[in-house]
Antibody, heavy 120, light 108 residues
Framework: EVQLLESGGGLVQPEGSLRLSCAAS????????MTWVRQAPGRGLEWVST????????FYADSVKGRFTISRDNSKNTLYLQMNSLRAEDTAVYYC?????????????WGQGTLVTVSS | EIVLTQSPGTLSLSPGERATLSCRAS???????LDWYQQKPGQAPRLLIY???TRATGIPDRFSGSGSGTDFNITISRLEPKDFAVYYC?????????FGQGTTVEIK
């Protein structure tokens, strides 16, 4: 059974940093792209970033480019999102999702999300 | 950026009725790389349809997807109580990948 467990969320001040983790199990982690999607309170879904299975290609939304870094440790079956220079508008539940293929595609499994609140 | 516009914003229907949700793209979706997700309150989204018309694993056949280019639909043939939720379309054909704003299917 595929399981994705996010951690690392919390309250952070504007301009602060936070690193999210997503521990994956139940599938061959390095064979699939992985994605972060966020959802601000009461709002819709927003794609944030995707990393291909072997980590060779990274993709970012313009809203986070230059501030967020996606990475993965295939030996630990873990996906990361390093978030720097955080802003109030980054406040959201951050979901980790498994892509259906090694390259970016449909998101066929999702974690339960971790809440990031950016506030002074 | 491809903007996905979903309509209607809210659909009020009764169990057993047919629901048709629309997703219109501001430009053609490459490869028809368009999928649909269902989200219930307090839960993560769930993949329903990918490639515009292929049902994801375990999705019942009352859900069907159609369309190509810029116009896509998802149809729920006979609504069950558990189908009342928010539905999002999503394109992954052209960067940046984008979601629609969602359609709420509520009980009438």
């Amino acid at each position: 059974e595929v399981q994705l467990l996010e951690s690392g969320g919390g309250l952070v001040q504007p301009e602060g940093s936070l690193r999210l983790s997503c521990a994956a199990s139940g599938f061959t982690f390095n064979s699939y792209a992985m994605t972060w999607v966020r959802q601000a309170p009461g709002r819709g879904l927003e794609w944030v970033s995707t990393l291909t299975g072997r980590g060779g290609n990274k993709f970012y939304a313009d809203s986070v480019k230059g501030r967020f870094t996606i990475s993965r440790d295939n030996s630990k079956n873990t996906l990361y999102l390093q978030m720097n220079s955080l802003r109030a508008e980054d406040t959201a539940v951050y979901y980790c999702a498994k892509d259906k293929w090694e390259l970016p595609g449909p998101l066929d499994h999702w974690g339960q999300g971790t809440l990031v609140t950016v506030s002074s | 950026e491809i903007v996905l516009t979903q309509s209607p914003g809210t659909l009020s229907l009764s169990p057993g009725e047919r629901a048709t949700l629309s997703c219109r793209a501001s430009q053609s979706v490459s490869g028809n790389y368009l999928d649909w997700y269902q989200q219930k309150p307090g839960q993560a989204p769930r993949l329903l349809i990918y490639g515009a018309s292929t049902r994801a694993t375990g999705i019942p056949d009352r859900f069907s997807g159609s369309g190509s280019g810029t116009d896509f639909n998802i149809t729920i043939s006979r609504l069950e109580p558990k189908d009342f939720a928010v539905y999002y379309c999503h394109q992954y054909g052209t960067l940046p990948w984008t979601f629609g704003q969602g359609t709420t299917v509520e009980i009438k």
